[in-house]
């Protein structure tokens, strides 16, 4: 709340009921505005409170005050007790150029009780009045009549009264106010003594908040709004962003996961401030990804299912608390299964997602290119898997509140509950949270080697999200190292080799450029040898190319590169997890309970 006030219908200052004015700072600006009839109070609609009304901005460098709000508002408290005794004066000089004030007079209590023995209703509480009066001065010598008032009331609880006072000008103007009615000192019958509580000091600043999307409201005080501070929610539609790919500005680029993270790196106000600082064809490849058209099923109460479609990922989140940038970064970009990593100046993202292999593998590590004595792996065992997973979201149909979604392997269900639980940071649709849940169980459950090793700083090529191919003799994962000559058919290896006659293998070259050479053969002969004879070699394959050896498909196994750090100036450590194309299919193994409160 960037401002608030309180004050009478209208102005006019009778506190029978007073009106709640606040205006909220809801976002930077400029955004694509809000959602209509989206306001509540208390969680009970706009239009349930009478008089209730509105005003938004969309947080544009040029945008127009609100009218309610374009003022300063300047509250001064009496430090001291400041009595209004009958014909007695007080006067008040404003501090600052105002246009209007407000008086506030307070009295403890106000009533008279009937103070006629005889009459039947003796010692009755009725209603009492105070007359005061209000004037203006703006040299403190020539004074005009500000109007005169009476405050009314039939209470022993404290009574405020709010006068307005108009000034022709701006300008720092002289309030005098007395008290007409008489002082009511040692009268057992009348109650009603007169203090100056505080002066607020008014002037038209026609304040507009440039580049921040605002929301004004006004209420009024009832018996549901009184005391403390409503709730006060509005649904905002988020900033204009541009989408990287095509430079359109629309609702859809707006929660495109691409195009906030790019904000966020390079935004001069709230951001980074780091020009140029992303990749721009990593970013557009995420963006599209988040983009992409997937198809669900749906089923009504009735059990009745309906195909539907939507963008695989939109994200819908406030931030309105500081973060660590690469925190926040991190959060907003697994959530739409990425992986956001440096590349020298640049930021990229890769995306986990199914790859084409073999032809979409990465740079090969084995024992010719991986550091002696740095391999090591991880391994999830059966009992630290989770057969269930608590996914929470906040509900966008259910007013944002957090729900779980829990999604259950039905292939375990006789094993005890090991649940774990996710967080899905943004998204807001049961749809999404629901496709999300079942992909972090059938992750955990298919995805448990990890592996980490180190490599010549010279040798890296590779970046996180590459699928490479692995070899190493520690988890047998095929027979690797380095290429010693290749003539005519044959090539010769660093290492000895076993062949068993019939059976068929593969040999896997990873060339100086790069790309691959790839032989199959049968195996004429059961020999141990470091000379195989393929057929016909590649001719692009020279001394110390690293190669894999082993039976079909058994050669290297997959891993996905989760980071690349360096160790120091000679070598890299990269750590991976084996990579499982089942992860990426909806095979119904997964069942999703929905929970509802």
Not at 50 to 63: E, F, I, L, S, V
Not at 90 to 99: I, L, M, R
Request: proline letters at 4%; glycine letters at 6%.
């Amino acid at each position: 709340v960037i401002e608030g006030f309180i004050d009478g219908p209208n102005d006019t200052g009778h506190n029978d009921f007073k009106w709640l004015n606040a205006l909220m700072a809801i976002s930077e600006g400029p955004t694509h505005g809000f959602v209509s009839d989206s306001v509540k109070i208390n969680n009970l609609e706009l239009g349930k409170y009478p008089g209730a009304d509105y005003w938004t901005r969309n947080g544009t460098h040029n945008q127009s005050p609100i009218t309610n709000f374009a003022k300063i508002a300047r509250h001064y408290a009496m430090q001291s007790t400041v009595k209004l005794e009958a014909n007695s004066a007080y006067t008040y000089k404003c501090y600052n150029d105002s246009d209007y004030a407000i008086v506030t007079i307070m009295l403890p209590s106000l009533f008279r009780t009937i103070e006629n023995e005889g009459a039947e209703d003796y010692g009755d509480m009725v209603k009492n009045y105070v007359t005061m009066r209000v004037d203006r001065s703006l040299d403190g010598v020539n004074w005009t009549l500000g109007g005169e008032f009476a405050i009314g009331g039939k209470t022993k609880s404290t009574v405020e009264f709010d006068k307005r006072i108009n000034f022709p000008a701006e300008g720092e103007w002289y309030i005098r106010v007395t008290r007409i009615t008489g002082d009511f000192d040692g009268d057992q019958f009348k109650s009603g003594d007169t203090f100056l509580k505080s002066v607020t000091e008014y002037q038209h600043g026609r304040l507009r908040y440039p580049l921040v999307a605002l929301f004004g409201v006004r209420l009024q005080s009832t018996n549901k709004l009184s005391g403390a501070m409503p709730t006060i929610t509005v649904e905002a539609r988020g900033r204009i962003l541009s989408d990287i790919r095509t430079g359109a500005q629309t609702l859809t680029s707006a929660a495109n996961c691409a195009n906030i993270i790019e904000d966020i790196v390079e935004h001069k106000r709230y951001g980074l401030k780091q020009d140029a600082a992303i990749d721009i064809a990593s970013f557009q490849e995420f963006a599209a990804w988040c983009d992409e058209t997937v198809y669900y099923t749906e089923k009504d109460k009735r059990g009745v299912a309906t195909s539907k479609n939507e963008r695989r990922y939109q994200i819908n989140v406030v931030l309105d608390t500081p973060h660590k940038a690469p925190d926040l970064i991190d959060k907003l970009v697994s959530t739409c299964r990425g992986i956001a990593y440096w590349y020298g100046d640049k930021l990229k993202i890769a995306i986990d997602r199914p790859v084409n292999l073999p032809n979409d593998y990465g740079q090969m590590f084995s024992m010719g290119n991986i550091i002696k004595d740095s391999y090591k792996e991880d391994y999830i065992g059966a009992p630290d898997i989770p057969n269930q997973i608590v996914a929470y979201f906040l509900d966008e149909e259910n007013d944002y509140e957090k729900t779980p979604i829990i999604a259950i392997d039905k292939s375990r269900l006789d094993e005890p509950v090991n649940s774990r639980t996710l967080n899905l940071y943004g998204l807001t649709t049961r749809s999404r949270a629901k496709r999300e849940a079942i992909f972090a169980l059938k992750k955990a459950k298919a995805i448990r080697k990890f592996i980490t090793f180190e490599a010549p700083a010279s040798a890296i090529v590779c970046e996180p999200g590459d699928v490479i191919p692995f070899s190493h003799d520690i988890p047998q994962y095929g027979y690797s190292g380095t290429i010693l000559d290749a003539g005519l058919s044959q090539y010769t290896l660093s290492r000895n080799v076993s062949l068993v006659q019939g059976q068929q293998y593969a040999l896997r070259i990873m060339k100086q450029n790069g790309d691959y050479a790839y032989h199959t053969w049968t195996a004429p002969t059961t020999e141990v040898t470091n000379v195989v004879d393929v057929g016909s070699i590649d001719l692009a394959v020279t001394y110390d190319n690293t190669f894999a050896f082993g039976p079909i498909d058994k050669e290297v196994k997959p891993f996905r590169i989760l980071t690349v750090v360096r160790s120091d100036k000679t070598r890299f450590k990269i750590t991976a997890e084996e990579y499982n194309s089942s992860v990426y299919i909806e095979d119904g193994t997964i069942e999703i309970v929905e929970q509802n409160y």
